[in-house]
């Protein structure tokens, strides 16, 4: 049915663009090494637009690790925002020369203010940590883009629960990688434009997360703050009727 498009992958290495690459959904898509794709270098970009010609870009490059983004707030910038901003410079430049491609983004529900959760589109967005400030910044690039989608989401892989405790009083909508990735194929074939949150049922993390790993040991946030020294909500969980209504789920 997809054929016909050229599906142009950046951040094929890390964990999402990995699943999305074995899963078998997208057909006809080419992931650059980071040796080919810089996102700091706007150059690379713009070569790699031309010899590549996508119909569709999906963008999971970011950085994404939190200790970092609040140690290093200079390459939350770098990578974040900045490489977004070059990213999209180089679609409207290689949109000059035909069709503009279809840009699909994935954010974070870090982008959201803390507060009751059951966050919807239209609530306030006001991170309380860089790596939501800078996911925030890359955003503001993506919408100048006249055929883009943002999705906020989180996720997790099943297979993997990489910590030994998790709070019960932390919630979230955190959704398997694996069904996150049906979904962008979903979305990606639609005419959605704008932003839409993507996640499962609202639930704590331990009781999210102990059914894939019962050994967990059951932790609370202030526990979790004082092991992280990170910024921590309490209540990230989103409101996914709008997902529901134009997938018809």
Known sequence: MHKEFRILLLGGSGKLGQKIIKSG????????????????????????????KPSHIINCAALARRKICESDPKSAISNNIIGTANLVN????????GKEPRLLHISTDAVYHCSNGN??????????????????????????????????????????????????????????????????????????????????????????????????????????KKESSLPFCSDYSLSTKRLDDFLGN
């Open 119 to 224: 966050h919807d589109e239209y609530d306030p967005t006001i991170p309380i940590c860089n790596y939501g400030w800078s996911k925030l910044g890359a955003e503001s690039s993506i919408r100048l883009l006249k055929d883009s989608l943002i999705v906020r989401t989180r996720f997790y892989d099943p297979d993997v629960i990489p910590f030994d405790d998790a709070a019960n009083d932390i919630y979230t909508s955190s959704i398997s990688i694996l069904r996150l990735v049906d979904y962008l194929h979903r979305l990606l074939f639609s005419n959605y434009v704008g932003v839409i949150n993507v996640g499962e049922k609202r639930e704590s993390d331990y009781k999210k997360y102990r059914t894939y790993k019962p050994e967990l040991i059951m932790s609370d946030l202030n526990s979790i």
């Open 25 to 52: 959904f997208f057909h006809n898509l080419f992931s650059p090494g980071r040796n080919l794709c810089d996102l700091k270098n706007k150059q690379s970009i713009d070569d790699l637009l031309l010899n590549c």
């Open 90 to 97: 180089s679609v409207l430049d290689f949109s000059c020369l």
